[in-house]
Structures are given as structure tokens and as C-alpha cells.
T-cell receptor
Framework: DGGITQSPKYLFRKEGQNVTLSCEQN?????MYWYRQDPGQGLRLIYY???????QKGDIAEGYSVSREKKESFPLTVTSAQKNPTAFYLC?????????????FGPGTRLTVL | QQPVQSPQAVILREGEDAVINCSSS?????VHWYRQKHGEAPVFLMI?????EQKGHDKISASFNEKKQQSSLYLTASQLSYSGTYFC?????????????FGPGTSLSVIP
């Protein structure tokens, strides 16, 4: 079955530690995205990538880093510079180009900083 | 700029109708609608392109008023399964692709 997988589902980390969230898709989509969701708030874009080896900052990129070495993978690293990292993180993908671009979301990773 | 959604929250009884609005101050290329159940990923409902089109499936439909930069989501004869948070996402610009900016969401609760 085609889809997007994120791991782990729940993640705990100590303050000051970097942590990497995994996102893999087998939909053959060119574009991938990372969003952060806080309680009662919408989805805020962290980073997005339209093609392999290229990515752009979203609205809240500070304290995060990404890489796009393979089409199917778009890992997100939450660094110690991110002051308030506890949140629900969602990865999405879409086929770039065209006139109707649907984003397909993964199940999410809930990160808690202790 | 983040689109504005109204209302923030709504409670319905089964069978009642609801309208959720989404508006932007920027010229829009498209509007996307998603529903998210608690703790789960958002699920795509529909996308509307500029041109004032209306779309729908089953008892959920939406319209897009390009001149007013507004979209409305219509839920008719609501069912318990409609409960969740509804997000609109707006795409600006003249190209066929730009990043989607999501609104804060509208919480919809359907009670028996």
C-alpha cells in the first residue's frame, strides 16, 4: 500500500538533546513537508522540499534542520536551539506541479521534551 | 499570512447542518479543506481552484468565491463521524504551486 510513514509515534527527549524524526513516503511524490501542530492551533510549516537535494524554510524553521538526499525520505532534526519543541509533528507529501495538489499526511510524531 | 476561519467551534446535533468559513487577505489560487480527528493525521476532503467553483461529495461540499477570497465548507445532515477539526489551507500566487498556509481550524462536535 502506498502512503507516508513517520517514526516513532511518540518520542521523549531531554532538554539540550537533538532528535531526528523520520518521514518516508512510497507515493513517488516530489514534494515533502514538515508541519508543527500545537494544541488548539493550526498547522505551521517548518520546512518543505520540492525536489531532491533542495529545501526551503517555512514559517517557523528556527531550531530545525532537514535533509532531502532521497526522494522518498525527508528527516527532520529538532535541535537544542528550538526553545519549545514539545508538539505534534506532521510530515506530508504531494506531487509537485499540476493544478490540483493534494497533500497526504503521515500519522504524526508526538515529541515531548522532559 | 494565515487565513481566518469561523466559527472557532461549533456543536451540532445529528442531522443538523453547518457552515465553516475561510477567508484570506491575499489573492488565492486554491483552497484546500482537511478534517483531523484528535491525535490523527489530517485527511484531505477537497480542493477548489480559483474560478468560483463548487465541489462536493456525499453531504460535504464547498464553494470558493475568488472575488471575496473566501471559501465555505457545507456539512449537511451531519453524522457523528463528522466530528473533528476542519482546516482550510490556502495557496496564493499565480503559479500552479506554492506553499499551502493552513488556518487555525474549526472544531466541530456532533452529538446524538
Amino acid at each position: 500500500d502506498g502512503g507516508i510513514t513517520q517514526s516513532p509515534k511518540y518520542l521523549f527527549r531531554k532538554e539540550g538533546q537533538n532528535v531526528t524524526l523520520s518521514c518516508e513516503q512510497n507515493l513517488n511524490h516530489d514534494a515533502m513537508y514538515w508541519y508543527r501542530q500545537d494544541p488548539g492551533q493550526g498547522l505551521r510549516l517548518i520546512y518543505y522540499s520540492q525536489i531532491v537535494n533542495d529545501f526551503q524554510k517555512g514559517d517557523i524553521a528556527e531550531g530545525y534542520s532537514v535533509s532531502r538526499e532521497k526522494k522518498e525520505s525527508f528527516p527532520l532534526t529538532v535541535t537544542s536551539a528550538q526553545k519549545n519543541p514539545t508538539a505534534f509533528y506532521l510530515c506530508a507529501s504531494s506531487s509537485a506541479g499540476g493544478t490540483q495538489i493534494t497533500q497526504y499526511f503521515g500519522p504524526g510524531t508526538r515529541l515531548t521534551v522532559l | 499570512q494565515q487565513p481566518v476561519q469561523s466559527p472557532q467551534a461549533v456543536i451540532l446535533r445529528e442531522g443538523e447542518d453547518a457552515v465553516i468559513n475561510c477567508s484570506s487577505s491575499k489573492a488565492l489560487y486554491s483552497v484546500h479543506w482537511y478534517r483531523q480527528k484528535h491525535g490523527e493525521a489530517p485527511v484531505f476532503l477537497m480542493i477548489l481552484l480559483k474560478g468560483g467553483e463548487q465541489k462536493g461529495h456525499d453531504k460535504i461540499s464547498a464553494s470558493f468565491n475568488e472575488k471575496k477570497q473566501q471559501s465555505s465548507l457545507y456539512l449537511t445532515a451531519s453524522q457523528l463521524s463528522y466530528s473533528g477539526t476542519y482546516f482550510c489551507g490556502t495557496e496564493s500566487g499565480q503559479t500552479s504551486y506554492d506553499k499551502v498556509i493552513f488556518g487555525p481550524g474549526t472544531s466541530l462536535s456532533v452529538i446524538p
